[in-house]
Protein backbone atom coordinates (compact mmCIF):
# COMPACT_ATOMS: atom_id res chain seq x y z
CA UNK A 1 0.00 0.00 0.00
CA UNK A 2 1.59 3.42 -1.22
CA UNK A 3 0.11 6.64 0.50
CA UNK A 4 0.63 9.89 -0.82
CA UNK A 5 0.13 13.13 1.24
CA UNK A 6 0.12 16.77 0.20
CA UNK A 7 0.01 19.72 1.85
CA UNK A 8 1.49 21.16 4.77
CA UNK A 9 4.36 23.95 5.27
CA UNK A 10 4.57 27.42 6.99
CA UNK A 11 1.53 28.79 8.33
CA UNK A 12 0.82 32.10 10.70
CA UNK A 13 -0.60 31.72 14.13
CA UNK A 14 -4.62 31.88 13.19
CA UNK A 15 -4.33 30.47 9.91
CA UNK A 16 -5.88 27.10 8.51
CA UNK A 17 -3.82 24.28 7.22
CA UNK A 18 -5.16 21.43 4.56
CA UNK A 19 -3.69 17.98 4.37
CA UNK A 20 -4.62 14.96 2.32
CA UNK A 21 -3.76 11.69 1.51
CA UNK A 22 -4.33 9.23 -0.97
CA UNK A 23 -3.88 5.32 -0.37
CA UNK A 24 -2.75 2.97 -3.57
CA UNK A 25 -2.48 -0.27 -3.88
CA UNK A 26 -3.93 -4.00 -3.89
CA UNK A 27 -6.42 -3.62 -0.56
CA UNK A 28 -10.04 -4.77 -0.30
CA UNK A 29 -11.22 -2.54 1.61
CA UNK A 30 -9.81 0.38 4.19
CA UNK A 31 -10.88 0.35 8.06
CA UNK A 32 -10.57 3.53 8.82
CA UNK A 33 -7.60 6.81 7.65
CA UNK A 34 -6.43 9.47 9.70
CA UNK A 35 -3.77 11.63 10.61
CA UNK A 36 -0.83 11.43 13.57
CA UNK A 37 1.82 13.62 14.50
CA UNK A 38 4.78 14.07 16.11
CA UNK A 39 6.47 17.30 17.62
CA UNK A 40 10.16 17.66 18.26
CA UNK A 41 11.05 15.30 21.71
CA UNK A 42 6.69 13.95 21.91
CA UNK A 43 5.76 11.49 21.38
CA UNK A 44 3.42 10.54 18.21
CA UNK A 45 -0.46 11.16 19.22
CA UNK A 46 -3.31 10.88 16.64
CA UNK A 47 -5.10 14.14 15.45
CA UNK A 48 -7.68 12.80 13.97
CA UNK A 49 -9.40 9.37 12.50
CA UNK A 50 -12.36 8.29 10.71
CA UNK A 51 -13.88 4.97 9.59
CA UNK A 52 -15.33 3.43 6.98
CA UNK A 53 -18.86 4.15 7.96
CA UNK A 54 -17.80 7.92 8.68
CA UNK A 55 -17.14 7.66 12.23
CA UNK A 56 -14.71 10.47 13.49
CA UNK A 57 -12.63 10.86 16.30
CA UNK A 58 -9.87 13.61 17.40
CA UNK A 59 -7.85 14.60 19.62
CA UNK A 60 -9.09 16.83 22.77
CA UNK A 61 -6.55 19.80 22.04
CA UNK A 62 -7.59 20.24 18.27
CA UNK A 63 -11.66 18.72 17.83
CA UNK A 64 -13.16 22.45 18.43
CA UNK A 65 -10.76 23.58 15.36
CA UNK A 66 -10.34 20.73 13.10
CA UNK A 67 -12.33 18.40 10.69
CA UNK A 68 -11.30 15.52 8.82
CA UNK A 69 -13.47 14.18 5.64
CA UNK A 70 -12.99 10.18 3.64
CA UNK A 71 -13.51 10.40 0.06
CA UNK A 72 -13.82 6.47 0.05
CA UNK A 73 -13.94 6.11 -3.75
CA UNK A 74 -10.94 8.17 -4.17
CA UNK A 75 -9.45 6.07 -0.96
CA UNK A 76 -8.48 10.17 0.16
CA UNK A 77 -8.50 11.14 3.86
CA UNK A 78 -8.38 14.94 4.07
CA UNK A 79 -7.40 17.10 7.36
CA UNK A 80 -8.37 20.61 8.15
CA UNK A 81 -7.34 22.63 10.97
CA UNK A 82 -8.04 26.41 11.74
CA UNK A 83 -7.13 28.71 14.19
CA UNK A 84 -3.64 27.14 13.87
CA UNK A 85 -1.45 27.37 17.19
CA UNK A 86 1.98 27.08 17.26
CA UNK A 87 1.83 23.70 19.67
CA UNK A 88 0.15 22.77 16.45
CA UNK A 89 3.95 22.57 14.76
CA UNK A 90 5.11 18.62 14.43
CA UNK A 91 5.76 16.31 11.75
CA UNK A 92 2.09 14.93 10.18
CA UNK A 93 1.81 11.22 9.28
CA UNK A 94 -1.25 9.91 7.09
CA UNK A 95 -2.32 6.56 8.53
CA UNK A 96 -4.35 3.66 6.81
CA UNK A 97 -5.99 0.72 8.21
CA UNK A 98 -7.42 -2.01 5.80
CA UNK A 99 -7.39 -5.80 4.57
CA UNK A 100 -4.94 -6.56 1.85
CA UNK A 101 -6.48 -8.75 -1.31
CA UNK A 102 -5.22 -12.53 -1.19
CA UNK A 103 -2.63 -13.52 -3.71
CA UNK A 104 -2.79 -17.32 -4.90
CA UNK A 105 -1.90 -19.36 -2.18
CA UNK A 106 -1.72 -16.42 0.32
CA UNK A 107 -4.55 -15.09 1.85
CA UNK A 108 -5.58 -11.58 2.39
CA UNK A 109 -4.25 -10.19 5.33
CA UNK A 110 -4.68 -6.91 7.40
CA UNK A 111 -2.38 -3.88 7.02
CA UNK A 112 -1.44 -0.54 8.76
CA UNK A 113 0.23 1.56 6.45
CA UNK A 114 1.79 5.06 7.27
CA UNK A 115 3.15 8.06 5.24
CA UNK A 116 6.12 9.79 5.19
CA UNK A 117 5.08 12.62 6.81
CA UNK A 118 4.75 16.48 6.09
CA UNK A 119 6.47 18.92 8.37
CA UNK A 120 3.79 21.82 9.60
CA UNK A 121 5.29 24.66 10.94
CA UNK A 122 3.09 27.65 12.76
CA UNK A 123 4.61 30.26 13.42
CA UNK A 124 3.68 33.28 16.11
Known amino acids: VQLQASGGGLVQAGGSLRLSCTAS????????MGWYRQAPGKLRELVAR???????SYVDSVKDRTFISRDSAKNTVTLEMYSLKPEDTAVYYC???????????????????WGQGTQVTVSS
Open 95 to 113: NVVGFLVGKGKYPGRNFNS
Open 25 to 32: GSFKNIAS
Open 50 to 56: ITDVGVD
